[in-house]
């Protein structure tokens, strides 16, 4: 059996068990039938309704499980961050005075991620998805293999915050440092790769499909439906006060502009040294996955390097905002780290053609000229 059987295999008897215990009412809200596109393709990174049954409908058996299904698919520090990123809204909370509520008791709360099934496991397609924030997980099964693990989303806010010790708390500090690394190496002739000023947010924003010219949602529009009065207000002076800290302009917004042609620098222009500092990053995403899987997507990586691009955004200097961006053939990976002053990192890694199993409406949509968003 190929990893891709056995993961699957393994997912599909974990997800059998946790269904088998779901009452009626939380059967209703975990559980679509294949494919229900729309829903299928609905993914979020805030702390918004991410659609299923939430961790806080369930009891500590059923979450196990959730964990489980998890475990199944993710590497072990593909798990480790996931498990750190879930608990971060306790401190998030604190940083916040503990007054957020986004119209529920508790707007920063670490019980709220959702898992959702389409289809039923074991069946010739089905899919689950796992998500609250900072944090979306997209898993797809066809003819009992994997065959997609995308978009897979992971943020932190704060990227960064103090232990006790020398230590930091920096749950995706090695995307961050590797990104730098490369940035700071390239050299005259590799310039055209930096650029002044990064966005507010990841460029594709939580779009289902990429299209040519996107440019990022702002942050009121990155919801299971707009916030109204005080709460949306708050959020568009989030994204104002970010915008005027950053000096963004509608040019520089036009060089980030989502295109189907990689922008930066490629993988054919670097050095042998700087293209081993560019596969190391990419680790940092494709390795969520289970090894086997990440060894799979690194490959098909390296044999692709001389066409692949980095784009870099903003300063190299730790602790200021920056962005950066890894694009060519199917790969499409962001990172943005500019709200919060530089301290609240979103990352997010895709692929074009396969993003929610792929089939001919979404090549239609990745190829053509409709926009979703």
Known sequence: MDPHQRIAAEMSTVAEALLTTLDTSQTAAAC????SDDERRTWFFTPTDHGGVSLHELGPAQQRLVMRLLAAVLSHPGYVTTSLIMNQDNLLDQVEGFRVDFDRERGRDPLLFWIRFFGTPGDRQWSWRFGGHHLSINVTVADGRVVSTTPFFMGADPASAPLLGPHL???????????RELAR????????ALLPVPPVDIVGSNRPFLTEGDRPLTIPEVWRGR?????DRLL?????VTEEKLGISEAHVDQLAFSFTPKGVAGRDLTADQREVLLALLRTYVGRIDDTLADEQLTKAEHALDDLHFLWAG??????????RIQGGDLFVEYDCAQRDGNHVHTVWRDLTTDFGGDPLA?????GSHRHG
């Not at 050299?187 to 055209?192: F, I, M, R």
């Not at 090549?363 to 190829?367: D, G, I, L, P, W």
């Open 236 to 240: 568009q002076r989030m994204q104002d």
């Open 185 to 192: 190496s390239l050299d005259p002739g590799q310039a055209a």
């Open 169 to 179: 708390h920096r749950p995706l500090g090695g995307a961050e440092d590797l990104g």
């Open 32 to 35: 679509l039938p294949w494919p």
């Open 227 to 231: 916030f109204e009065g005080e709460i």
């Open 315 to 324: 300063s190299t200097e730790p602790g200021d905002p920056h962005y950066y």
């Open 363 to 367: 090549e239609h949509y990745t190829n």
